[in-house]
Each structure stands twice: as structure tokens, then as C-alpha cells.
């Protein structure tokens, strides 16, 4: 066992006679590992762009609703009544009749 181990750590399977297919075993390795690593780098990127835009989504989702919540309270009839005061008009004391035609 241990001139196993020595032979590991001196690398003599590298140069031996059956070395072509551990060469190529060695390559198939590697390859896979870069792979795999490349996939985990690819992964990590999209988890930190999902983050990104979840952020930005609750960012529009928030001045979303404060720009809806301006726009109702511009359309209730006292902000209007409010700001047509200015220009001099004024709502109507009569209320509106309905009217019906006949055919």
C-alpha cells in the first residue's frame, strides 16, 4: 500500500505503459470539472439577476399603488371642486333632469 502511495505522489501511472488511457481518463475528468463549475457560475448569476428584479419589481409595484392612490384622490369630487373654485365655476344648485325621447 504504501508503494502504491508513492507511485500516486511520484506520478508513474503518467508514464507508464498503460498511460494513453489514464491520460484520457485524466482529460474526461477535467473536462466534466470545468463544466460543472461553469454551470455553477451560470446558476449563480441568474439567482443574482432573479434578486435584481425582484427588487425592482416591488420598487415599480410600490410607486405603482402611491401613483394610483394620487390619481383617486384627484378624482374625488371635493379635490376637483377645490381646483375649478380658481377658474370660477362652481357646482349647481339644481340637480340634473333626465331626459326621455320618444319614438
Do not use: C, Y
Request: glycine share 4%; no cysteine; aromatic share 6%.
Amino acid at each position: 500500500m504504501k508503494k502504491g502511495l508513492l507511485d500516486i505522489l511520484k506520478a508513474k501511472f503518467l508514464v507508464s505503459g498503460d498511460a494513453p488511457k489514464n491520460w484520457r481518463f485524466i482529460l474526461f475528468a477535467s473536462l466534466l470539472a470545468v463544466m460543472m463549475i461553469s454551470s455553477s457560475h451560470q446558476a449563480d448569476q441568474k439567482v443574482h439577476k432573479i434578486e435584481k428584479l425582484k427588487k425592482e419589481i416591488n420598487g415599480l409595484r410600490s410607486s405603482f399603488f402611491a401613483n394610483r392612490r394620487s390619481v383617486q384622490q384627484l378624482k374625488m369630487e371635493s379635490s376637483l371642486t377645490q381646483k375649478v373654485v380658481d377658474r370660477g365655476l362652481k357646482a349647481s344648485n339644481v340637480p340634473p333632469h333626465k331626459i326621455i325621447v320618444k319614438k
